[in-house]
C-alpha cells in the first residue's frame, strides 16, 4: 500500500514560532531551536521507506526559508490554512487523489522522538483506520490514516493543546474508527520540557559518544551556556 510522511511545519520566523518557549529562552533562540527540530527530523526520516515525503509548510510565503531546512528526499508542498485540522483534511484529500493509503502527519516538535515509532505507525495503518501520538502534555505529535474520516478533525479548537488528544479520542470512539496508539513523548515546545530535552540529549552523548539530534544539540548547549552564572549578560 502506498504511503507518504508529511511533517508539518511553519515558517521559522522568531517571535512566530514555539512562542511558549520565550518566558524560558529568547524569541530568537526559540527559532533556532525550531528551525535544528526541523532539520533533524528531516534528516531522521529522509531514509525512511515511503513513497513520498513532504514538508507541508505555511504559510505559502514561506517556501524558500523551509526549503532550506530539508534535503532533497523532501518536497515542499504549501498547506490550506494554519488550522491543525483543516491542515489534516486537506491532506487527506491530497493523499487519497494520489493513490496513498497510509498517510502520517508529523509535527516538528519531537525531534527526539525514535525512528521506529513512525515505522510501527505505518504497520499499525495496515489494520487500524487512525493511528495518534499523543504528547505527554496532553496535545498529539502525529496523526495518522487509512481511511478518509473528515469528521474526525472537525468541531473542536486545535489551539486547545491541552485537551486535543483527549477530543481526538471522543470524536474517534463517536465515528466508530478503529484507532492506534504511538507511544507517549514529550514536546519540545512547552517550557517545562527544556530540561527534559537537555538531559536526554546529554544521556545520548553518555551512551553512544554522540547526539543523534547534532543541530538540536548545538542549539541547547549554546543557550545552556548562555544561561550560567558568570555568563556575560546573565548577571552572574
Not at 548547549?221 to 549578560?233: A, D, F, L, R
Request: hydrophobic share 45%.
Amino acid at each position: 500500500m502506498s504511503t507518504l510522511l508529511a511533517l508539518v511545519v511553519e515558517r521559522p520566523v522568531a517571535g512566530q514560532i514555539f512562542g511558549d518557549l520565550t518566558s524560558r529562552v529568547s524569541a530568537e533562540d526559540a527559532a533556532r531551536l525550531y528551525r535544528a527540530s526541523v532539520m533533524d527530523m528531516c534528516e531522521t526520516f529522509a531514509d525512511l521507506t515511503v513513497r513520498s515525503r513532504v514538508l507541508l509548510y505555511g504559510p505559502k510565503g514561506g517556501r524558500k526559508e523551509v526549503v532550506l531546512l530539508a534535503s532533497r528526499q523532501w518536497r515542499a508542498v504549501a498547506r490550506k490554512g494554519p488550522d491543525r485540522g483543516e491542515t489534516l483534511i486537506d491532506l487527506a484529500e491530497r493523499a487519497f487523489r494520489g493513490g496513498h493509503r497510509r498517510v502520517l502527519a508529523l509535527w516538528p516538535t519531537v525531534p527526539t522522538l525514535p525512528a521506529e515509532f513512525v515505522v510501527n505507525a505505518f504497520d499499525q495503518l495496515l489494520v487500524d483506520d487512525l493511528v495518534v501520538g499523543p504528547t505527554t502534555a496532553g496535545d498529539v505529535y502525529a496523526v495518522g490514516f487509512s481511511v478518509d474520516a473528515p469528521h474526525v478533525f472537525m468541531g473542536f479548537d486545535w489551539q486547545e493543546s491541552a485537551t486535543v488528544f483527549e477530543r481526538l479520542m471522543d470524536r474517534v470512539e463517536r465515528l466508530g474508527l478503529v484507532l492506534g496508539l504511538m507511544p507517549h513523548w514529550y514536546a519540545i515546545d512547552r517550557p517545562e520540557s527544556l530540561s527534559i530535552l537537555a538531559s536526554h540529549l546529554r544521556a545520548q552523548v553518555v551512551a553512544d559518544g554522540h547526539a543523534r539530534e547534532h543541530r538540536l544539540a548545538e542549539v541547547v548547549s549554546k543557550i545552556v551556556s548562555s544561561h550560567e552564572p558568570g555568563t556575560p549578560g546573565n548577571g552572574g
